[in-house]
C-alpha cells in the first residue's frame, strides 16, 4: 500500500519541520538570562584608593565610569593588567581589579601599582 499526500499536505509536513527545526536551534543559541545579565554589566571593575578626580576616564582603550573610589568599564583588548596599570597611570592606586567577575591575582595587583 502506498500512501501519497497532496501538494498542500506536503508544504504543510515541510513548514512545521521548518519551524521545529528553526524554534530549537533558536532554544539552544539564545543566551540564558543570567548570561544575558552578566554580558549587559561591566567587564572590568576597579576600586581605587583614592576617589576619581574625574567621573569618566579612558585608561587602556577602555572607557570607565567612576563614582567616589568605585570604577566600571566596557571590555578592552588589552590584558586585564595592562589594563589595571593604564588606569592606575590616570587615577592613581588600584586597591582591587575585576576582569569578567574574576579578580587580579596579589602579584598582578602589585605589577599593576608599581
Keep these: 500500500m502506498t500512501l501519497s499526500l497532496n501538494r498542500t499536505a506536503h508544504l504543510g509536513v515541510l513548514a512545521t519541520a521548518f ?3 528553526t524554534l530549537t536551534f533558536g532554544a539552544l543559541v539564545t543566551p540564558t538570562v ?3 545579565k552578566s554580558s549587559n554589566g ?3 571593575t576597579a576600586e581605587l584608593a583614592q ?3 574625574e567621573r569618566t576616564v579612558i585608561a587602556g582603550g577602555v572607557a570607565w ?3 567616589d573610589t568605585t570604577c566600571v568599564g566596557t ?3 588589552s590584558r586585564p593588567l595592562r589594563v589595571c596599570r593604564e588606569l592606575n597611570r590616570d587615577l592613581g592606586e588600584v586597591v582591587s581589579f575585576t576582569a569578567k567577575g574574576e579578580a587580579l591575582e596579589a602579584d598582578k595587583l602589585a605589577k599593576c601599582n608599581g
Design 19 to 21: 519551524a521545529y527545526t
Design 34 to 36: 543570567a548570561e544575558a
Design 42 to 44: 561591566p567587564f572590568y
Design 51 to 53: 576617589p576619581a578626580a
Design 65 to 67: 565610569t567612576c563614582a
Design 75 to 77: 571590555k578592552g583588548t
